[in-house]
């Protein structure tokens, strides 16, 4: 894969981690949680993921809960979706979300 395509994929997986926030739905919490599953709970960026996309916490929230400065709260998390790109099961649900949205 690509640097490119890489890029686009993490977008993708912010933009659908994202949509608890937006959407404050059962459903959208439940494909988040689906994801954010996938994740190890010793992974370093496992809280930062919790309370960037469960619970909806911003950057500031979530460098103060965590001790860690915003770059490297950031760096952790690209890390964190990185990892979560790895699985094919993940690629494949935000796939065929982003079709889904294509089609409305």
């Given at each position: 894969?690509?640097?490119?395509?890489?890029?686009?994929?993490?977008?993708?997986?912010?933009?659908?981690?994202?949509?608890?926030?937006?959407?404050?739905?059962?459903?959208?919490?439940?494909?988040?949680?689906?994801?954010?599953?996938?994740?190890?709970?010793n992974?370093?960026?496992?809280?930062?993921?919790?309370?960037?996309?469960?619970?909806?916490?911003?950057?500031?929230?979530?460098?103060?809960?965590?001790?860690?400065?915003?770059s490297?709260?950031?760096?952790?998390?690209?890390?964190?979706?990185?990892?979560?790109?790895?699985?094919?099961?993940?690629?494949?649900?935000?796939?065929?979300?982003?079709?889904?949205?294509?089609?409305?």
């Amino acid at each position: 894969m690509d640097y490119t395509e890489l890029r686009a994929r993490r977008r993708l997986l912010r933009r659908y981690l994202r949509r608890y926030r937006l959407e404050q739905t059962e459903a959208a919490y439940q494909a988040v949680e689906g994801i954010l599953q996938r994740l190890p709970d010793n992974h370093p960026a496992a809280q930062i993921m919790r309370l960037r996309y469960k619970e909806c916490r911003n950057w500031r929230t979530v460098e103060d809960r965590t001790f860690y400065c915003h770059s490297r709260a950031f760096e952790l998390e690209t890390a964190a979706i990185d990892a979560l790109l790895q699985s094919t099961e993940v690629v494949d649900a935000i796939t065929s979300w982003e079709a889904a949205q294509n089609d409305h």
